[in-house]
C-alpha cells in the first residue's frame, strides 16, 4: 500500500481544513487506516482510525466533534475535514494503513511512536493553525 498525504497549509483559528490521504495497492478496501499527528516537539499521537470501506471512524476526544473522516472510493482517497482548527492542532499529519482489523484507538495508542505497529505510512502534510 503506498500512501500520500496533502492538503495541508496555514489557516488561521477557528478555520477549516480538508487533509487527503490517496492510497494505492492490493486490498485497499479492507485496509485499517489511521491518521496521525505530530506538533512540533511532541511525538506522534493518534487521530482518527477506521476501515477503508467501512462506515464508522473512531476519532480521539481532542478532535471528535471536529474532524470527519470520509473517502471518495472513485479516487482511492481517504479525506479528513478538519473545523473548528486551533493552534493546538498545528503539526504534521500522516494517514498510514495496514491489515491489522481492530480499531480501538487505546489499542493501537498502546502500540506506541513513532509507528504504532502502522505497517505503511505516506509523508506528512503540514498543518499550521495561527492565534
Known amino acids: 500500500v503506498q500512501l500520500q498525504a496533502s492538503g495541508g497549509g496555514l489557516v488561521q483559528a477557528g478555520g477549516s481544513l480538508r487533509l487527503s490521504c490517496a492510497a494505492s495497492?492490493?486490498?485497499?478496501?479492507?485496509?485499517?487506516m489511521a491518521w496521525f499527528r505530530q506538533a512540533p516537539g511532541k511525538e506522534r499521537e493518534l487521530v482518527a482510525a477506521?476501515?477503508?470501506?467501512?462506515?464508522?471512524?473512531y476519532y480521539t476526544d481532542v478532535v471528535k466533534g471536529r474532524f470527519t473522516a470520509s473517502r471518495d472510493n472513485a479516487k482511492n482517497t481517504l479525506f479528513l475535514q478538519m473545523n473548528s482548527l486551533k493552534p493546538e492542532d498545528t503539526a504534521v499529519y500522516y494517514c498510514?494503513?495496514?491489515?491489522?482489523?481492530?480499531?480501538?484507538?487505546?489499542?493501537?495508542?498502546?502500540?506506541?511512536?513513532?509507528?504504532?505497529?502502522?505497517?505503511?505510512w505516506g509523508k506528512g502534510t503540514l498543518v499550521t493553525v495561527s492565534s
Open positions: 498510514a494503513a495496514d491489515h491489522k482489523t481492530f480499531y480501538d484507538l487505546t489499542a493501537i495508542a498502546a502500540a506506541g511512536p513513532p509507528w504504532f505497529g502502522m505497517d505503511y
Open positions: 477506521r476501515k477503508w470501506n467501512g462506515d464508522t471512524t
Open positions: 495497492g492490493r486490498y485497499i478496501g479492507n485496509t485499517r
